[in-house]
């Protein structure tokens, strides 16, 4: 399995709405990531995980919160989201951090109404 | 820190043109190089990538040489298709580092 699958592949919630998207991998990477994506944008660093544990958290407002159940998992919980919040969000495993690339999801795209 | 600055497109190009998308970076250490495609409403796909200096990347056509001496990888195939219509980002990771910089992406179309 060399795949990266996230679900929903599309999300419309309004603003009092709690919703998650998941992201499994089972390549046994040990990094994962959640990037945000606007149109005509590149990716934009939201949250790693390494080893299960946050590493980095890019001042991503509280409304996104994110959550790593095991190494095979990512969620993204969202809860109070804005209209600006609407975007592509990609999940994307590693190996390990730095020089193997990154395997990318086909993404989550999130309407927020 | 680190950078890395592409090509502004739009790029259009008839079938079976030559393709070169520039790409340079700007790193404090030995990055390693990646291109990556996104066909219309998909994720990113890893198109190839290059290690160290003078390394050379390909994958279906596409070739890219990590030059060292004018920090470049620039991107390039001998005869586009309209199948490679898509968005090509460049993009560089440090060793040991969690995150994957990325140019701003440039959009190319091939037309029959």
């Known amino acids: 399995d060399t795949e990266v699958t996230q679900t929903p592949k599309h999300l419309v919630m309004g603003m009092t709405n709690k919703k998650s998207l998941k992201c499994e991998q089972h390549?046994?990477?040990?990094?994962m990531y959640w990037y945000k994506q606007k149109a005509k944008k590149p990716p934009e660093l939201m949250f790693v995980?390494?080893?299960?544990?946050?590493?980095i958290n890019e001042s991503v407002p509280s409304r996104f919160s994110p959550e790593c159940p095991n190494s095979s998992l990512l969620n993204l919980h969202l809860h109070a989201l804005q209209p600006e919040d609407s975007a592509l969000y990609l999940c994307?495993?590693?190996?390990?951090?730095?020089?193997?690339?990154?395997?990318f999801g086909s993404g989550t795209r999130l309407t927020v109404v | 820190g680190d950078s890395v600055t592409q090509m502004e497109g739009p790029v259009t190009l008839s079938e079976e043109a030559f393709l070169t998308i520039n790409c340079t970076y700007t790193?404090?250490?030995?990055?390693?190089l990646f291109w990556y495609v996104q066909y219309p409403g998909e994720g990113l796909q890893l198109l190839l990538k290059a290690t160290k200096a003078d390394d050379k990347g390909s994958n279906k056509g596409f070739e890219a040489t990590y030059r060292k001496e004018t920090t470049s990888f620039h991107l390039e195939k001998g005869s586009v298709q309209v199948s490679d219509s898509a968005v090509y980002f460049c993009a560089l990771s440090e060793t040991g580092a969690n995150n994957l910089f990325f140019g701003t992406g440039t959009r190319l179309t091939v037309i029959p």
């Open positions: 994307a495993s590693s190996q390990e951090a730095g020089n193997y690339g990154y395997t």
């Open positions: 995980y390494s080893y299960e544990k946050l590493s």
């Open positions: 790193a404090t250490g030995y990055p390693s």
């Open positions: 390549m046994g990477h040990r990094a």
